[in-house]
């Protein structure tokens, strides 16, 4: 059962983001039409250590909902304790990371490792199960390496541990980020088990959500890359699914007013000069969906304080309307 309840379309996620998915970012997909967000993942560790930096990170905001928690960890028993703590700070679901590839998690045998190691991965689900009231899910990829392909495998052990659904991002830890997902495992899964499938990889535009839930049958989609400068990607996946019509497509100006409410959120969460570094990145991935602009000018990676970053945006909109008009 996914851990929220929709009728008649298949639901839209919008992904954990290491860095990116923080109260900020939440809140405005959800605005545009994410079903359900999580913040980045959590470690399990950390959290049952009750690190302050860890519980800043699962902070939600007012009135949030639809809002799953993602830990990483290898440990039944600090996975199921962690979980606890997920249900008891307000959180929908919790969710389990086994799709990381980053050398600082894989080599601790946590995110994409647990693929090599099934039978863990079982006994960290059913623990979890057995101590929350809240769905718990489970997040992978199609495989350690070319040679190792087990999406099918893993999605049975999850199936009968007690995952409530699983989300398959088609690539394996070897792939990386690339190439293209193979959209043929998530069709495989979704034939192979009865729990919901929800696939990830490679949506760019909401036609491509459309194509995904038709060529694999998946139970809902999950956004990653293809939101970062563009959560109204969300608003035309919703419009297609739900009128088969197209969503007005976002103006340049509209694009700028988000950026800069984004921007303002990290300021207020984070302090003017941390919440502003953070933000760079996140302004050039805005200002590259702003059609007709110049190269990105790499002031822009330099900004230090909101105000900057206004009248860079505001001036080079501006420049865009006179040329325009
Ligand atoms: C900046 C960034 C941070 C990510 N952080 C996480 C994370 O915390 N947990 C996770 O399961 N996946 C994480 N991922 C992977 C995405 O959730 C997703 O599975 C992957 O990017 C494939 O989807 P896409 O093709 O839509 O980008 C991250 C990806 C990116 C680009």
Known sequence: ??????????????????????????????????????????????????????????????????????????????????????????????DLNCGCPVHKVVDKNGGAALLKTPLLLGQIIEESVKRISIPFSIKIRSGWDKKSINYVEIGKVAEQSGAAYITLHARTQSEMFLPEAHWDHIAELKQSVKIPVIGNGNIWTAE?????????????????????????????IRSLLESGTPAAPATNQERVLVCLEHVKKMVELFGEGPGIRRARKLIGWYYQYISGRKRIDQKLFQVDTYAEVERYLTEALTKLQEKAA
């Open 208 to 236: 491509d959500a459309i194509r995904m839930i038709k060529e694999t049958g998946c139970d809902g989609v999950m956004i990653a890359s293809g939101s970062l400068g563009n959560p109204f990607i969300f608003r035309e």
């Open 1 to 94: 059962m996914l851990p929220l309840n929709l009728r008649d379309r298949p639901a839209v996620f919008a992904a954990p983001l290491a860095g990116v998915s923080d109260i900020a970012y939440r809140s405005i997909v959800k605005r545009m039409g994410a079903d359900y967000c999580f913040p980045e993942m959590i470690a399990s560790e950390g959290l049952i250590r009750d690190n302050g930096r860890t519980m800043d990170m699962m902070r939600l905001y007012e009135g949030e909902t639809n809002v799953g928690c993602q830990l990483f960890g290898t440990r039944p028993g600090a996975v199921a304790h962690a979980a606890q703590v997920v249900e008891q700070q307000g959180f929908n679901s919790a």
